[in-house]
């Protein structure tokens, strides 16, 4: 898979050329795959993988900038709702952007020269941007946060990598758990700030710029969703509607486009469907092969939606079933990563997903990952905050208010009320309101210090400031970057990509209100009519979900010795962030088939206790 290593220092002090010079020669010496892309006095910039000749380094002329990943040319960047429907919709064959390689290189060292804003603008992709400037060296996490960004330091040289396995091959690095920021992943596990799992390790967030100063290490927001949130709103839903279909279908195949071959996860939902719409419409360009998993329980098959989409678009598909028959040990060998991951899924499905790709040469997996937010999925009552808070209690604020009655099963007096209460008292809205309940398997306290700390708000939130409810929970969903490292991967393995939360779609989300995106009483009802004419009417009707309770139960009962082995005495139990008497009652009692505790305890604390497991050889392995 592909890495960057970046060391960053300030050539006039002594000690940190010193440390520069160690970290670079420890790592050539490690591995004979690294490339040096930017060599000047106080930067250097490596990288490596396993695609041709690192194919994903593009170096800017004047070697004063390199992008690390996969990058395409913005088009339309910005542009307001009056250009957009004048524009019309694109014909076919007209994308809205390109592979950077296609272009000159030299635009994009000019937009990186006016700074990383305006490289926000210019561009879009997966990608880590390094510059030397006058001001100094930067580096830049690119707004969708897909090629991962983490930084330390060591001897006062800042080191940027996107894989902790690189920093460990060192030899020179050590590092200690974060206990605070586990307990508060373990309360919240959503929770994704610049701390990670290690304590000397932190994380550039989506979008953010880092810049080495005399004084430390500055960090900006570069491009930020609430700015783009604030742009003027896209109220008109044809419009809206018709780019939401543009928008995606380029976002798609401009990522199938950088492959040979995708292996597509289609369950048979809406978001990967839309994802394979727009795969089937370019069919001649790159081939792919859908893939179905399924189970026995009663929510748990979903094979018959993913073969009415394949049909429907002639596609090939595979099924696959998921059985009880796992070994969950295998769990405690998941890769050195900054932070806890959730590992469970991938125990299930990477190996096999690898090997698939491998007998139909396909070097990428796709899904519709985060359809489910960038489409708005879910709190239909926050975006009546937001029809109020943008046009008063008129008839847009009872349209909204009638529309997300229809979703959520409330009346529309309650919704409206609690959408008045927020507008006149200017509330802060706090994340954890309307958040599940937590389990009773948590630590009570635990939960209470997560809830109180401030430093598990959202940098994103600081800019906060007179936007609504609604708006602020549809960017904060997005807030958590997709994965690009598997949890269990091999070198040769294909690349995971998540089309649909490209930069450019993420955009135009945000700028089209909440309360639209829930238009006619229907979750994602713009990306339903978007693809109405694409899709089946069984899929874009479709308001159920698969569920996984059942399979969950069946897999904690054949593995029971190894879960109340690992984590009954384990690190969360023994740091009092889970109460062992209860989650022994759990491992012990009768099973209760409606509890989501099972899923809780596969997916979220067996995984954290994983990762603790393999963090406490941290220490030893650098200092071999």
């Given at each position: 898979m592909y890495r960057y290593f970046v060391i960053v220092w300030h050539p006039s002090d002594p000690s940190q050329s010193a440390a520069a010079r160690a970290l670079s020669g420890r790592l050539q010496a490690a591995s004979t795959q690294w490339c040096g892309r930017i060599a000047r006095p106080g930067l250097l910039a490596f990288d490596s993988g396993t695609r041709e000749s690192?194919?994903?380094?593009?170096?800017?002329?004047?070697?004063?900038?390199?992008?690390?990943?996969?990058?395409?040319?913005?088009?339309?960047?910005?542009?307001?709702?009056?250009?957009?429907?004048?524009?019309?919709?694109?014909?076919p064959g007209a994308p809205a952007s390109e592979a950077v390689a296609s272009v000159d290189l030299l635009r994009v060292a000019k937009a990186c020269g006016e700074g990383p804003r305006t490289l926000t603008e210019r561009i879009w992709g997966r990608y880590v941007a390094v510059f030397d400037d006058p001001a100094g060296a930067w580096v830049l996490r690119d707004p969708s946060g897909a090629l991962p960004c983490f930084t330390t330091c060591y001897r006062g040289a800042h080191v940027f990598f996107s894989d902790l396995e690189d920093c460990l091959a060192l030899g020179l690095l050590s590092f200690t758990v974060n206990w605070d920021l586990v307990?508060?992943?373990v309360a919240n596990s959503a929770l994704h700030v610049r701390e990670t799992g290690l304590r000397e390790v932190s994380e550039l967030l989506p979008g953010e710029c880092a810049r080495v100063l005399s004084e430390g290490l500055g960090r900006a927001f570069a491009w930020h969703p609430l700015d783009v949130a604030s742009q003027e709103p896209i109220e008109d839903v044809r419009v809206a509607t018709q780019l939401i279909h543009d928008t995606t279908h380029d976002c798609v195949q401009a990522w199938a486009g950088c492959y040979n071959g995708v292996l597509h996860s289609l369950s048979g939902g809406l978001d990967s469907s839309i994802v394979a719409a727009c795969l089937a419409s370019d069919r001649?360009?790159?081939?792919?092969?859908?893939?179905?998993?399924?189970?026995?329980?009663?929510?748990e098959d979903e094979r018959r939606y993913a073969r009415i989409v394949a049909t429907h678009l002639s596609a090939p598909l595979i099924e696959r079933e998921l059985t009880s028959d796992i070994a969950l040990h295998d769990i405690l060998g998941v890769r050195h990563t900054p932070r806890p991951g959730f590992y469970f899924a991938a125990l299930q499905?990477?190996?096999?997903?690898?090997?698939?790709a491998g007998v139909l040469h396909a070097d990428a997996i796709f899904s519709g990952g985060g359809g489910d937010a960038l489409f708005y999925q879910a709190r239909a009552?926050?975006?009546?905050?937001?029809?109020?808070h943008r046009h008063g209690l008129g008839s847009q604020a009872w349209q909204a208010a009638m529309d997300a009655a229809r979703v959520t099963g409330l009346s529309v007096w309650a919704l409206l009320?609690?959408?008045?209460?927020?507008?006149?008292?200017?509330?802060?809205?706090?994340p954890f309101d309307g958040a599940v309940p937590h389990s009773?398997?948590?630590?009570?306290?635990?939960?209470s210090a997560a809830r109180r700390d401030p430093r598990w708000r959202h940098p994103w939130l600081e800019s906060a400031q007179g936007l609504p409810h609604g708006t602020l929970w549809h960017a904060l969903s997005l807030s958590v970057p997709p994965g690009f490292y598997d949890s269990f991967d091999a070198p040769q393995d294909p690349e995971r990509t998540y089309p649909l939360l490209s930069q450019p779609?993420?955009?135009?989300?945000?700028?089209?209100?909440?309360?639209?995106?829930i238009a006619g009483g229907v979750d994602r009802a713009l990306a339903r009519r978007a693809f109405a004419a694409e899709l089946p009417p069984q899929i874009v009707q479709r308001r159920s979900k698969g569920g996984i309770n059942d399979l969950s139960m069946r897999i904690l009962d054949a593995n029971l010795p190894f879960l109340r082995e690992t984590l009954l005495d384990g690190h969360l139990v023994r740091e009092g962030i889970l109460d062992r008497a209860r989650l022994e009652r759990t491992l012990s009692g009768p099973r209760d088939p409606t509890s989501v505790e099972y899923n809780e305890i596969l997916h979220d604390h067996l995984s954290i206790e994983a990762w603790l497991r393999r963090g406490s050889g941290l220490k030893a392995r650098a200092a071999a």
């Open positions: 690192s194919s994903e380094a593009h170096v800017l002329p004047g070697s004063a900038g390199v992008l690390f990943g996969k990058v395409f040319a913005r088009v339309n960047a910005f542009a307001s709702p009056q250009d957009l429907a004048r524009a019309g919709p694109r014909s307990a508060a992943m001649g360009s790159v081939p792919f092969t859908c893939l179905n998993y399924y189970a026995a329980g009663p929510e499905r990477q190996r096999l997903e690898a090997q698939l009552d926050l975006a009546v905050v937001d029809a109020v009320q609690r959408a008045l209460y927020a507008a006149m008292l200017h509330r802060e809205w706090d009773p398997l948590v630590s009570a306290e635990v939960v779609l993420v955009e135009l989300c945000l700028r089209v209100p909440t309360y639209r995106l």
